[in-house]
Every structure is written in structure tokens, then in C-alpha cells.
T-cell receptor, first 112, second 114 residues
Framework: QKEVEQNSGPLSVPEGAIASLNCTYS??????FFWYRQYSGKSPELIMS????GDKEDGRFTAQLNKASQYVSLLIRDSQPSDSATYLC????????????FGTGTRLKVLA | DAGVTQSPTHLIKTRGQQVTLRCSPK?????VSWYQQALGQGPQFIFQ???????QRGNFPDRFSGHQYPNYSSELNVNALLLGDSALYLC???FGQGSTDTQYFGPGTRLTVL
């Protein structure tokens, strides 16, 4: 089992729809969770971080964390063609470890 | 507010050569992490530097080494390059001693080994 798993996609949604991206992780003691967006040929750009169970909203983005079920998701409302990118989920287990463990990313395509 | 910077942008080397990549952290940040991202994969943690020392290392051979300077900038050195070292090398900076500190990535260095 991979430490952080994401569906590679592509996930295709029409413009204006809600895109839902999911990520599961294996280490129960994980403490910090991050979503990054990566355009083709570019570096990852931080979208959101989440540390506590529940929802966290920032503009069109909502991150959801459920530690009991070991998953974290990202919702993108009113999806735009410019949102087309690969979305990377990253997890830090805390407990004295400083590295982020990344999933392989989900490719999102927003169709105009 | 200057973000994370990396140099060079692109690099082409041949097998067996050595390479040095450089990173300047975001203003106010004191910690630098290095990641390797192969095509179609997520970034893989190489190591992290804090207070000029390697604080944690990922599953990479000793051919990968690093350094952090008093001004917090950092270098990644790779010796005896292999074809499989071709990847995007990412530097990420953060502030503080906490393991949960948010990391911000630089633009990366694309290394091609022929």
C-alpha cells in the first residue's frame, strides 16, 4: 500500500462545475495535510493546508479532512479552464519527521 | 517579497559527471528541503537542512549531498550521475523548527542526464 494515494485521472469536469479530488493516506499519526497545484512543466504551488478534522474554505477551494477514515479531499467550486492542472496531495506525519510525502497527483481537465 | 529561487533553470550533463544545484529560500525562511520529481510522479524527499546541518534524509544514496550556508541558501550536489537522475529538482523553504511548517517550492531545476 502506498503511503499517499491519489487517482491519477484525468478527471474531466465542465466549466462552472464542482471538481472533487480525493487523497488517502496510510499513516494514522499524520498531522499536516497540503494541496498543491502543478501546471505542466512548472513547480508545485501551495493551494491550502489543513490540520484539523472538518472543512477549511479559501475562496473557491474547500479542503476536507477526516482523520478517522484517513482521507483528505479538495473541492473546487465554479471550475475554470485555468484550473486545469495536476493536483498533488502531501502529508506530513509529524512526530519529528520533516518530510512531505506526496501522492502521484490527479490530473484535472476543466472543459470550456 | 522574494520567493524561493533556484539556479540553473535547466542543465544537461552526461553519465558520470557531477552537478551542483542552488537554492535561495523565501525571505524570512531558515529551512530548505530538496525533492526530486520524476516525470509523472510526485516529488520525493531527498533531505532537509536547518541551521546548516542535514536534519533529515530520505531514501537517496550518498551520491546526493548538500550544504546550507549561514545566509540559509543551499546547494544540492549529485556525484556520478546516472541516467535515472534525470528529473525536476525542487527546493522548498519553510520557517521554524516545527515539522508541520508549510513548505513553499521554487521553480525547480530540470536536470537531463545523457
Amino acid at each position: 500500500q502506498k503511503e499517499v494515494e491519489q487517482n491519477s485521472g484525468p478527471l474531466s469536469v465542465p466549466e462552472g462545475a464542482i471538481a472533487s479530488l480525493n487523497c488517502t493516506y496510510s499513516d494514522r499519526v499524520s498531522q499536516s495535510f497540503f494541496w498543491y497545484r502543478q501546471y505542466s512543466g512548472k513547480s508545485p504551488e501551495l493551494i491550502m493546508s489543513i490540520y484539523s478534522n472538518g472543512d477549511k474554505e479559501d475562496g473557491r477551494f474547500t479542503a476536507q479532512l477526516n482523520k478517522a477514515s484517513q482521507y483528505v479531499s479538495l473541492l473546487i467550486r465554479d471550475s475554470q479552464p485555468s484550473d486545469s492542472a495536476t493536483y498533488l496531495c502531501a502529508v506530513n506525519t509529524g512526530s519529528g519527521t520533516y518530510k512531505y510525502i506526496f501522492g502521484t497527483g490527479t490530473r484535472l481537465k476543466v472543459l470550456a | 517579497d522574494a520567493g524561493v529561487t533556484q539556479s540553473p533553470t535547466h542543465l544537461i550533463k552526461t553519465r558520470g559527471q557531477q552537478v551542483t544545484l542552488r537554492c535561495s529560500p523565501k525571505s524570512g525562511h531558515d529551512t530548505v528541503s530538496w525533492y526530486q520529481q520524476a516525470l509523472g510522479q510526485g516529488p520525493q524527499f531527498i533531505f532537509q537542512y536547518y541551521e546548516e546541518e542535514e536534519r533529515q534524509r530520505g531514501n537517496f544514496p550518498d551520491r546526493f549531498s548538500g550544504h546550507q550556508y549561514p545566509n540559509y541558501s543551499s546547494e544540492l550536489n549529485v556525484n556520478a550521475l546516472l541516467l535515472g537522475d534525470s528529473a525536476l529538482y525542487l527546493c522548498a523553504s519553510s520557517f521554524g523548527q516545527g515539522s508541520t511548517d508549510t513548505q513553499y517550492f521554487g521553480p525547480g531545476t530540470r536536470l537531463t542526464v545523457l
